[in-house]
Structures are given as structure tokens and as C-alpha cells.
């Protein structure tokens, strides 16, 4: 019997005096991938943005419960150290911080314990070797200069190194070529066992080309308007979002 990770119900949310999400109910059980798709404005990095307590975005009602516990009111750190990553949209770039020190830092704050650095440096690298990174990447600051296919697979190796129990990856899949997807989803295969759940947000299929998923949920104005297996993914792709409108 699959375990409960992470269940949404009744969400409200806004950004500022707009109301963004309106009312979604949505349960992700260890083991699980499930995708959340839907038109641009839709809601969907309001959703992720939310479960994270983004300060940006308020709750008007509703409640998100992970691992059996509500965490609407916690701090964003407290929710990653319960076991909770997003890769972003945007990947931020952090001038003078390389990455091995980001993410050295990253997994002590999430660990709460020191980190073995040789240990940490061959974990690394047989990571980059995986997702076919540059080793040299490594000692450049963090993002800066990298090119969006770059940015994204270094969102994928933090998010293999800090192991979390539920990884959201907002638009990993946007303006990258087919390659560059392929290594995404390998890297999301490499992180998937019976033990965590990733939550995956797009607005097109191109990852879904390369990966099984177990739940596709179409998102449009708020609600959840659908949920159904990785077929409904390839009826988007032929049809759009047009009746859902």
C-alpha cells in the first residue's frame, strides 16, 4: 500500500488582491510522478510557489499537509529541511559562490551535518558524469554564464545531491532542445524510488516524451479541471487546452 507524501486540499491562493488558485485538491503518494499541466497563467508556479510558502503568494484557505503534517504557516527553510526542493523557472545566478560550495552549504543546511568532502566531491562527479556536465563547471560561480540547458541540469544535480523526499521542478523542460530533455529526465529517473515523489510543471509534453509518469492533472483558471494517466498528456498535445477553457 503506497504511503501518502504530500496532500493538498481545498488551496486558495493570491497574489496580492488577485485570487490565483481556486480551490485545488491534489494527493502525491511516495513512488509517484505526477505532472501538472496547463496554459500560462494558469496557476501552475503559483502551486509549487505555495506548497513552499513563497511570502510573494498568501493563503486565503485551504490547507497543505506533508507527511501528515500542515505546514501552510511554516517558513520556507523549515520546508526544505522537512524534506521539500523546487527547482526554478528561472535559476538564479549567484556571482562569487561556486557550485561545489553552494552546494555544499545547501546539503549542510538541509542535513543539519557536516558534509565529508571527498565523499561529497566523488558523489559529484559521478552526478556530472550522469547528466554529462562539465567538470569544470564546478568551480565557476553558481549559474553565471551558464547557458539555459547549463542552468537546468545544475537544478537536476542539486536536486540529486540533496535527496529530498518531494522534488516540484517548475518548467525544467521549458527552452531546453532534445537532448538537454533527455538528460532531465534521466536525472529524474536517477532520483525516483519507492521513497519520494516528484511533482513535475510544464505547459507542454516534451518531457513526458522521455519519462513515465503515473498522473497528469490539467490546471486552467485556479482549478484542476482534470486528472487522468499519461494518455491525457498526448490528448494536450493534439488537441491543446482549448476545451478546458
Known sequence: MKKELLKIENLHVNAGDKEILKGIDLKINKGEIHVIMGPNGSGKSTTANAILNNPAYSKTGGQIIFEGENINDFKTDEIARKGIFMSFQLPEEIPGISVTNFLKFAKNKVTGKPVKVFEFRDELKKYMEDLNMNPKNMERSLNVGFSGGEKKKNEILQMLVLNPKLAILD?????????AIKTVSKGIEMFKNDDNAV????????????????????????KIVKTGTQELASEIEEKGYGEYK
Request: glycine letters at 6%.
Open 199 to 222: 511533482l513535475i510543471i510544464t505547459h507542454n509534453t516534451k518531457i513526458l516524451h522521455s519519462l513515465k509518469v503515473d498522473f497528469v492533472h490539467v490546471l486552467v483558471n485556479g
Open 171 to 179: 518548467e525544467t523542460d521549458s527552452g531546453l532542445d532534445v537532448d
